[in-house]
């Protein structure tokens, strides 16, 4: 009778899993810092109780082009001076921008830039889910 002298061990060893794991580990948390999403920082309100609108002024405007300041109507030539005699008031106050979601994208960016060059704090409206 032969015996086999080669016999396989039916252990497992974990440390080299162990090194795997921490490796992964490691490699991954220094990766994850070095990934920058590109996004906007956008500070929400907190609700509670009641809330107060001062110092907002909203501009409307709509699949046509028309533009609105609170509820009257604007041309574009007077947007810039409308919301300057409006603002000039409160230096704290907020633009909300209401786009139509069919207006051009142009007619948005336009009241938006007015009020980056004003240095007006602005909110750009969107309906909720």
Known sequence: MVKGRNKVSAEFNMSSMTDIVFLLLIFFMLASTLVTVN???VL????GGKTENKGVISVSITRDGA????ADKVEFVQLENTL????SNDAKGTL????DHESAYKNIMSVIDIANRNKIKMILAVKGQ
């Not at 929400?44 to 609700?47: D, E, F, I, N």
């Not at 300057?84 to 603002?87: A, E, H, N, T």
């Open 39 to 41: 996004a906007i920082d």
């Open 44 to 47: 929400l309100p907190k609700a």
């Open 67 to 70: 533009y609105y300041v609170d």
């Open 84 to 87: 300057l005699q409006k603002f």
């Open 96 to 99: 909300v921008i209401r786009g």
